[in-house]
């Protein structure tokens, strides 16, 4: 059984699909382990750790991909690796299959079963599989970063001889993993923090770390999440009511943070180019959904561009821009999905399809797209 850990090629991606440790586990379910050269470096991680936990070293993607019964990714791998791999190879990773209907079918016509790991179920089992979690966790950590050494002046209220400098205020707009994670960092770095989510579950998250939450508190606000836990698109009406609240809002903010994002759907705009006028110069926005279309109106992906004095970051990948953290978290994910397809007795690959976790991930398989999303 043979696990193959190749380089991304994407420039703007930092991260790495296994860890030293996921190596060692991996080797204690009975697996060889060939890991790309380099494939570490950019998340910190050198060749020879890899080698210490017990991998092999390929010299490129030919032989990363020969052979291997299963290919782990951070992203979804161009037709021309995926044509690499053998014929009925697992394939495990961010595969980002939204609106990609003729990268998938490479996957498929390769003859790969691919996993798509964003497909995870929202449930207590898989709760330790769920990378957009573990990911949002990091790029709200890393918003907040980015967003204060875009302020020019300091986040905590200071008190010095020479007078008082005020608390930055800062707006969190979607109070999920990515939103409750820069409330909180937000909060430690000292700023007077406010956020808003159409979810009603999310006030008092949002209270409990210590911020105070915006938003229109009617009876469509009340009925506003998925038995999944996502928010769901809100009426026209409820949105101009949102809208007039948080363009109020914002005109006393230093920094806005957008996180907001429905799966398979373009970001909603949240904040439109009046309301950027409307703050004061030097204020900052920080949109982490730039690369589904973002909920910033001006904000250019993989840009920080500024509009009347007010600076908007559409930095691409945030969670890679923390790149070792990310990859650690994210190949703990990946390992605890495969170690389900692994018979630990006979130390061999056995995947069960009908287990729930096989069924919501899969996208390809024998050569066909498989997933009800992504058919047609």
């Known amino acids: 059984m043979k696990i193959a850990v190749p380089m991304e ?14 190596v060692k586990k991996f080797k204690g379910l009975g697996a060889e382990v060939v890991v790309e050269t380099g494939a570490g470096l950019k ?38 690796a995926a044509a690499l791999a053998k014929r009925g190879a697992l394939l495990i990773g961010a595969l980002d299959p939204y609106g990609q209907q003729v990268a998938v079918q490479a996957l498929a016509d390769a003859g790969l079963t691919a996993f798509s790991m964003e497909f995870m179920p929202r449930i207590t089992r898989a709760q330790v599989m769920d990378i ?17 050494a875009e302020y020019d002046r300091a986040f905590p209220m200071m008190m010095t001889a020479a007078g008082t400098v005020s608390a930055a205020k800062v707006f969190v707009m979607g109070a999920g993993v990515a939103g409750l994670q820069a409330i909180a960092t937000a909060r430690r770095l000292g700023a007077v ?7 009603p579950a999310a006030k008092e998250q949002v209270a409990s770390l210590g911020a105070k939450f915006v938003a229109v ?34 005109k006393k903010q ?26 004061r110069p030097g204020s900052v926005l920080v949109d982490l959904a ?9 904000s250019v992906p993989g840009e920080v561009v500024t509009i009347g004095g007010v600076k908007i970051l559409g930095h691409l990948n945030v969670a890679g821009r923390v790149a070792a953290s990310a990859s ?15 018979d630990k007795k006979e130390k061999t690959l056995a995947v069960n399809y009908e287990d729930e976790l096989v069924k919501a991930t899969m996208i390809t398989r024998d050569g066909q797209i498989v997933h009800p999303s992504l058919k047609g």
């Not at 090629?9 to 996921?22: H, K, L």
């Not at 923090?193 to 979810?199: F, M, P, S």
């Not at 730039?290 to 001006?298: A, K, P, S, Y």
């Not at 978290?329 to 692994?342: Q, R």
């Open 9 to 22: 090629r994407d420039p703007a991606e930092a991260r790495v699909a296994a860890t030293p440790d996921t």
């Open 43 to 80: 998340s910190r991680i050198l060749d020879a750790e890899y080698e210490a936990a017990g991998a092999t070293i390929a010299p490129d993607a030919a032989s990363v991909w020969s052979g291997a019964d299963i290919v782990l990714t951070v992203r979804r791998p161009s037709a021309e």
């Open 132 to 148: 957009l979690s573990s990911q949002a966790n990091l790029a709200g950590y890393r918003a907040v970063i980015d967003g204060a």
């Open 193 to 199: 923090v406010t956020a808003t989510d159409v979810r």
């Open 217 to 250: 508190e009617d009876e469509e606000f009340k009925q506003a999440e998925t038995a999944a836990g996502y928010a769901k698109p809100m009426s026209a009406e409820y949105q101009a009511k949102q809208a007039a609240l948080v363009a109020e809002h914002i």
């Open 254 to 279: 230093d920094m806005v943070i957008t996180t907001a994002l429905i799966p398979g759907r373009p970001a909603p705009k949240l904040i439109t180019a009046a309301m950027v006028a409307s703050m």
């Open 290 to 298: 730039v690369e589904r279309g973002g909920n910033i109106e001006g």
């Open 328 to 342: 650690l978290l994210y190949a703990k994910n990946l390992f605890a999905f495969v170690e389900t397809m692994i």
